[in-house]
């Protein structure tokens, strides 16, 4: 055997060959016919208007719309196709009870050249449903976030709703239509139209060339307010229990807050300030501490920059015993006030201070002295102790007054505080002489 396969070897190669080259001219010549498969070729739906028409719509499910198509013709002609060349149609005019539709398939160039276009795809299964409408409402949002130091404060839309058509089965997991734009960076309002798409009621959108919308873009308005932190400040009211003073600490939490807005209401608004008659001290013989909301204080043209903030604000006012100490008030730091014409009020020297008994708790108590006191007299509230004329504004002769106080929070008077005063006509001689002379003791200052 080995002897007859390699005998005459090189002959035989040359035979071989020689054959190969032979079947290559004949099959040249010859031109046979083979065929050839074309994939991915697009189903064209014709005449969709019979649908339309019933007020019905079409979907193609899945990847049915593509099919396989065998081309059959000489190899010439197979060499010059191509898959742009087939084109594949269902005429919705033959739909049948099934829902299908015949495919048809021819070449759109060479067809007096090929044998046969087929495709093993004879029918296109179509699901059908009804076509229907409805209003949604339309809404607007927005990416992204302006310059540092700005917020979005609201933004708003031209159209409140529009009507949406399409399947049934898609309309009806439309919730509402929105449009977005790109705010990044704005520092001022803009306006800007934006196209409108579906969304369902988690917000995705709906992307589905069958929905038509009424309209299809909307024109949106832009808000934009700056920032800035203010703090939170708070008064308070009332008188804690006998013996009992306020520290003077009032302590809010949060103490700031940050707030957004334009125009002369935000650029003037410095602080937060809780009324006094908010948070009452009354009778507290220890700290006490409210709840307040501050979602009213705020003027027109300002928000709370997030709108999360919980608006209850916790203010705590100090409370502890009282101490107490004698300051010596200069003399001169009392003022009369309220003297009736062609009259004179003149306090009896006691001396260039008088003893005050005060109380009170805190950084403020301890810093008041007598030299720091604000003191006045109401000339219209002496009490005489003569007999008081008949219509006189105020008594002549010797009088007791209150003596009056501007103090700070936190202190107060031990005890009322009372001088002693001489009431005359202007211009009288015993003027003088009530001046020089001195009060006897606990007239200065009332027991």
Not at 214 to 228: C, F, N, P, W
Not at 235 to 241: A, M, Q
Not at 338 to 360: C, L
Request: charged share 20%.
């Amino acid at each position: 055997m080995r002897s007859l396969l390699t005998k005459n070897l090189g002959l035989k190669i040359v035979s071989i060959l020689g054959a190969f080259v032979l079947w290559l001219v004949v099959v040249n010549v010859d031109d046979p016919i083979i065929s050839k498969t074309y994939t991915g070729v697009s189903v064209e739906i014709l005449n969709d208007d019979v649908l339309t028409s019933q007020n019905k719509c079409y979907e193609i499910p899945g990847d049915s719309g593509t099919i396989n198509v065998v081309v059959t013709a000489h190899r010439s002609v197979i060499d010059l196709m191509s898959r742009d060349y087939i084109k594949a149609t269902a005429d919705l005019r033959s739909l049948t009870a099934a829902d299908t539709v015949p495919i048809e398939v021819k070449s759109t160039r060479y067809s007096d050249r090929i044998d046969s276009v087929t495709t093993r795809s004879a029918n296109l299964k179509l699901t059908i449903e009804n076509l229907v409408s409805k209003e949604v409402p339309v809404s607007v949002g927005a990416e992204g976030h302006p310059a540092e130091g700005y917020l979005l404060a609201r933004a708003e839309n031209a159209i409140s709703t529009v009507n949406v058509s399409g399947p049934e089965s898609v309309i009806s997991l439309i919730d509402k239509v929105m449009a977005v734009a790109d705010i990044s960076g704005i520092s001022r309002d803009f306006t800007i139209t934006e196209p409108l798409f579906a969304c369902d009621a988690e917000g995705d959108r709906i992307d589905d060339e069958r929905i038509v919308l009424s309209r299809t873009v909307t024109e949106i308005k832009y808000i934009i307010y700056s920032t800035k932190v203010i703090p939170i400040n708070s008064g308070f009211s009332g008188t804690p229990s006998a013996g009992f003073g306020t520290t003077g600490v009032v302590i809010t939490e949060p103490d700031s807050v940050l707030i957004a807005g334009k125009g002369e209401n935000f650029d003037d608004m410095e602080v937060i300030y809780i009324p006094a008659d908010e948070v009452s001290v009354d009778g507290a013989t220890s700290d006490v501490t409210v709840n307040v909301s501050i979602a009213d204080y705020l003027p027109t043209g300002v928000i709370f920059a997030d709108p999360e903030f919980d608006t209850n604000v916790r203010v705590k006012v100090g409370i502890d015993e009282n101490q107490h100490k004698t300051i010596d008030v200069p003399l001169s730091n009392v003022t009369i006030e309220n003297v009736p014409e062609g009259y004179s009020v003149s306090i009896v020297d006691i001396g260039s201070t008088f003893p005050v008994e005060i109380q009170g708790i805190g950084d403020a108590y301890e810093r008041y002295s007598g030299d720091l006191a604000i003191c006045r007299i109401d000339a219209t509230a002496l009490t005489p102790r003569n007999t008081a004329a008949a219509d006189a504004p105020v008594t002549v002769g010797e009088n007791d007054a209150n003596v009056l106080f501007d103090l700070p929070a936190g202190v107060s008077l031990s005890n009322p505080v009372t001088l002693l005063v001489v009431v005359n006509h202007v211009g009288d001689q015993s003027e003088t002489e009530s001046q020089a002379v001195m009060p006897t003791a606990g007239a200065a200052i009332g027991e």
